[in-house]
């Protein structure tokens, strides 16, 4: 493949909401941290030139030893995270120099290579792309004092996930536009839905979870173990 992707996997967060001292990302999952994990899917995928991992400044060494020691020889750089994911995307883009650009949560280690592949060929069909699932509750928009104020209509409704896939050049203007406006999002796609370009759903997987609270743990636990068994 001529024009390999790029890949920036942040993870450079806290953990709050885990509740953990070792922050998340570095929690380990059968004696390898969860960012190795996910890391490893990524180096293994065809369709990846070069990845680039953001996280703490703090960890950014120790980040580099397990590079090493895990054999990431796709991983071109480790970043330093931003004050929030935001930033952290961008100041991984400035170490890729890739067409396209995947951005994945590096506590998202069960996304699969069929998958990775899909967010990609549609990219490049459609513009860009974000893995998704629909959702299966109904949701609810509720005020501060938690009263019911509208139920949108649960059939247009998507739960997001990573990765998202953009041109870079689309990504880096997205990121500068929201910079100047002083706009923050919770993902890349809503920074490049503000420049008026059309976003593609890829319909992913429920077990793509973002590792975030206790019981996911338990959970990605038991995907690991039936992830060994299948061979994926
Ligand atoms: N300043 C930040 C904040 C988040 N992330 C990364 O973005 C991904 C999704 O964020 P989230 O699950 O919210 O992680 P945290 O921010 O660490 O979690 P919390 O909100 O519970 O503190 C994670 O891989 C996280 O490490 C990042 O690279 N830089
Ligand atoms: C990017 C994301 O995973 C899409 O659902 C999500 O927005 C990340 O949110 P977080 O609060 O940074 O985990």
Redesign the pocket.
Known sequence: MANKAGVIVVAA?KGSRMGTTESKQYLKLQDKPIIIHTLEVFERSSIVGEIVMVTGAEDVERCRDWVKQYGLTKVVHVAAGGRD?QESVLNGLQHLTTEWVMVH?GVRPFVTQDHIQQCYDTAVEAGASVLAVPVKDTIKQVNPNRQIIGTPDRSSLW????P?TFRRSDLLDAHQHAEQQDFRG??DAMLVERLGITVAVVEGSYTNI?I?TPDDLDYAAYLLERKGESHI
């Open positions: 967060g994911r949560d739960a997001i996930q990573t998202q919770t993902d973002k975030t």
